[in-house]
């Protein structure tokens, strides 16, 4: 303890040095540490300025950003490409004598009725303008049904009175010559091709006089009317988006089916053949029912039902909404690639069932004239997908929601 009091200030200031060399070495060995953290961030801040600066990295920079952009300018061509299937109507487009084709928009049959009609006189201007639009599409495909009842009628009248003799006619009869018709002696023994026979049965030649006229039949109902045609009151939004919706799609079905026609009869008259561009000659013979499924918002298909199950699984969602749609016809064998093909041509329809048989023969064609070819009885079934980003405009409120449920089922129905 002497020692200790007789030397502590000695000592104490032994220890005070001692102390400071530790902190002092430990001080220095973090800031060590700290410098070189320091120097490592400066050399990479300057590697990427260096790198900045060097020629050979900015051009892979601006080439890099070029592909960039000619990628997204590519995709957005692609995108517009392809809507514009659904943003033009084929139905309406113009073709010059080169076939060359103009579109045309699509847009409701008259302004301020959808997605809200402006005034009810407006709603009503659209009911007339709907039936107009939908006398258009027997036009295009040129086409009816086979003899009326009256038309029958009439036709055996003149043909009695022709084999009468009786004069003042203005009717004249089908094939070679335009005298009565001399029956046969009964001392002729002859075989007689069956043109001949036909020529001579009145029905049968009433079929062809009709089936010359036209590049197909179709059936009466084949392509369904919208009630909105027949309704007294006002009609509805709903109404309204239903019967231009359905019309949009019956003027895909039909501008397809024509266009198959339309290219046999353009080859028929390039051969110097245009004498055979009727029905007996065209790929589609009969359109005996075009089908939509009532999946147009609370409804608003035709002739629907009986679809077959979809091997694709589609369905509506925030994108799109899916209707089926389906054809019915008599054709011949080699033209159902070219009605598909078409018809995928004229929007966003994939066929997912075809189902077909061999049409049951008419030898004396009384009522259709289908002419020589195989025919084939058709149902080709497609899903047609129509995207909101060009229709979502014309969507009522009301069916909004309705048409991004799987089948458009409303919850409120």
């Not at 309406?92 to 008259?110: C, F, H, N, Q, W």
């Not at 043909?159 to 089908?174: E, S």
Request: proline fraction near 6%; charged fraction near 30%.
């Amino acid at each position: 303890m002497d020692l200790l009091k007789k030397y502590w200030r000695i000592i104490a200031f032994c220890l005070v040095c001692l102390g400071s060399l530790g902190m002092g070495g430990y001080f220095y060995m973090a800031g060590a540490e700290i410098t070189e953290k320091m120097q490592a961030i400066d050399r990479l801040k300057n590697s990427v300025v260096g790198a900045q600066r060097g020629a050979a990295n900015m051009s892979v920079i601006e080439a890099r950003a070029k592909e960039i952009a000619d990628t997204n300018a590519e995709f957005e061509e692609s995108m517009n490409a392809a809507l514009a299937m659904q943003r033009y109507n084929p139905f309406y487009e113009k073709v010059d004598e080169s076939g060359k084709r103009t579109p045309v928009l699509r847009a409701p049959l008259i302004p301020n009725v959808l997605p809200q009609p402006a005034s009810n006189a407006d709603a009503i201007s659209f009911r007339a303008k709907y039936i107009e639009a939908f006398a258009e599409l027997p036009r295009r495909l040129r086409a009816r049904d086979k003899a009326t009842p009256d038309e029958v009628k009439d036709f055996f009248e003149r043909w009695d009175a022709l084999k009468r003799g009786v004069q003042g006619t203005d009717w004249r009869p089908w094939g070679p010559g335009g005298g009565s018709v001399e029956p046969e002696a009964s001392d002729k023994k002859k075989e007689r091709s069956r043109a001949e026979i036909l020529r001579e049965y009145p029905r049968s030649r009433l079929a062809e006089e009709i089936a010359r006229k036209i590049y197909m039949y179709l059936d009466p109902g084949a392509i369904g009317r919208h009630y909105i045609a027949d309704k007294q009151d006002v009609p509805t939004e709903i109404d309204i988006w239903q019967a231009q919706m359905s019309l949009w799609i019956q003027q895909d079905m039909v501008t397809a089916i024509a266009r198959v026609n339309e290219k046999r009869a353009a080859e028929l008259e390039k051969a110097g053949q245009a004498d055979r561009a009727w029905v007996a000659y065209m790929p589609v013979k009969r359109l005996t029912k075009l089908c939509i499924e009532n999946r147009l918002g609370r409804g608003g298909g035709s002739n629907a039902g009986n679809f077959g199950v979809s091997f694709t699984q589609t369905n509506n969602d925030e994108k799109k909404f899916m209707v089926p749609v389906a054809l019915e016809m008599v054709v011949e064998e080699a033209a159902i690639p070219q009605i598909i093909d078409e018809v995928c041509r004229v929007g966003f329809y994939t066929p997912t069932n075809v189902h077909y048989e061999l049409a049951k023969p008419n030898p004396i064609q009384d009522d259709y004239v289908y002419g020589e070819s195989p025919i084939l009885e058709v149902r080709i079934e497609f899903e047609g997908y129509y995207f909101r980003k060009v229709f979502d405009e014309w969507i009522p409120k009301v069916l909004k929601d309705v048409l991004k449920n799987p089948d458009a089922k409303d919850p409120k129905a």
